[in-house]
């Protein structure tokens, strides 16, 4: 580990000695890379660079510094490890000089983090890529408990150890390649997502370019929704779960009543945009009631069956679709759409197929535990699943579950401290956009069960008023949404899913050309079954292909659509 003072004309005498090496890469097969290419890699981390006693390297704590091989593409880089104090561990890895696109991209992170997570694929096609953890290790702070009576390390994670991880990678950037970076660049999804929003609205003159896909970035209302959610699904033996146990365990393994909710919202919506294949092009557009479409489906005596629905089984389906409420109706959080019913299982429902885990019960059961409130709780329970644990509230900490948590807590301000910190949702973009000329390219599936696509037009929305005036003309020429029928979150789901999420910023950035459309494809077994342009919303791809044939499988191709 080094802690190493510098001026920035070291950076100069560094870059000129890495240029004096001899970068021959072998181009037959594998790269071959020379000992000179490792000796210039080694040196980012030493205090004594070879070619000048005494001369001072980067202004960084440099753990590492060594080469290595890019998954799948075998291409060599130089890889380096940081640490920001108090608990920021960062990567950065940089492409050999010859191999270098001029570009920096920092790789979005996902959940909690607590990890380092590899690009390898950017890398391959040239960018110097960072990430960090976060400001906290998963392996020794799981979940959310490093936030437990941890200001600094709330403020990490919220947003601090992203810009800090952008400027030590410019940093290396400038050491290692004798220049800096000609643009700069964001990719992430979900807590990506919010990451990418965050710094458009804190730290604006770090990018020139952000994609962000599925922002968690109304953060505290979504994970207060979760566990509100998730009350009604564990609640009183799982009575209003929309689910069975079908050989009577005392566990849901059959999610039938979920299908038949999918067939049902699927044979009142799938055709309402002219063709039927699955998917539900606009969800905006499906007036499904369950109390009216499900009316046939009831259980007779409200006995509780496989293949029926109980009152409160119902009363579940219509709080999923409305989304979280205080005690007086307010609204604390957008209602998942309709088509995004199979997802709830995975999320919110224990079953055989995510090992009686779900999935928002692994991300927020610990959430309103440590970053939640400005004052702790207490500590989560040994098992978020055992609704029937006996807490013990006379510990040192008090034991606290999410099962207790009041959703009036929420409009109450008991959570404002830290959505100070951890929300993303200024709509004031000035200076990212106009005063940076910055491009902000958001997406978001309709299926997404976890973060409201709701939510991400709506904060759309709020930038356009807030930011141009309301004149969605000019909004247009720096950030446009992409609304992705039947895709889940992030990706998955029934509908197109698939396309490089960064290529169409960087043509954006770099050559004024603004996306009208991106072409996202489906596939099943490794081949492609369905494609589709997403326009910008508020736009919809709408069928123009040979008469008669918006059913055929054949004719689902980018170029028998049109946005409109």
Known sequence: ???????????VWLAASLWACNWAVAQSGESQVTAEAEQACRALASSRPPGRPGAAAVNL????????NASGSGA?????????????QYHVQLPLPGKWNERFLHWGDGGKD????????RVAQGYAVANSNMGHD??????ASFGFHNRQSEIDFGHRAVHLTVNAAKTLILAYYGQASKYSYHEGCSTGGRQGLMEAQRYPYDFDGIVAGAPVNYYQQLNASSAWLLQRIYSDRFAGAPAFDANGDGRLDSLTKLKILERAVLQKCDAIDGITDGVIDDPHRCAFDPETDLAGKLCPGDANADECFTRKQLQTIKDFYRGAHDSKGVRVYWGKAPGSEMDWAARFIPHPGNRFVPGSLATSGDHLNYIFYENDPGAAPPDLGDVAYKL???????EWAWWEFDIDDVTAGKGRLMMSIMDATDPDLTRFLLKKNGKLLLYHGWC???????????????????????NLDQARQRIRLFMVPGMGHCGGGPGPNSWDRLAPLVEWVEKGKAPDFLVATHSTGGKIDNERPLCTYPQKAVYTGPPGGQNNPVNWVAANFTCR
């Open 76 to 88: 060599a880089y130089c890889y380096v490890r940081g640490f920001i104090p108090p608990g920021i």
């Open 114 to 121: 607590g990890n380092l997570n590899f690009a390898d694929h």
């Open 138 to 143: 998963a392996g020794s702070e799981p979940g």
């Open 61 to 68: 704590t440099i753990l590492s510094a060594s080469l290595r």
């Open 448 to 470: 997404d069960a976890g973060p409201a696509p709701d939510g991400t037009i709506e904060y759309f929305k709020d930038v356009v008023k807030t930011t141009f005036a309301g």
């Open 392 to 398: 013990d509230k006379r510990a040192n900490p008090p």
């Open 1 to 11: 580990m080094n802690i190493i003072s510098a001026r920035r004309k070291s950076f």
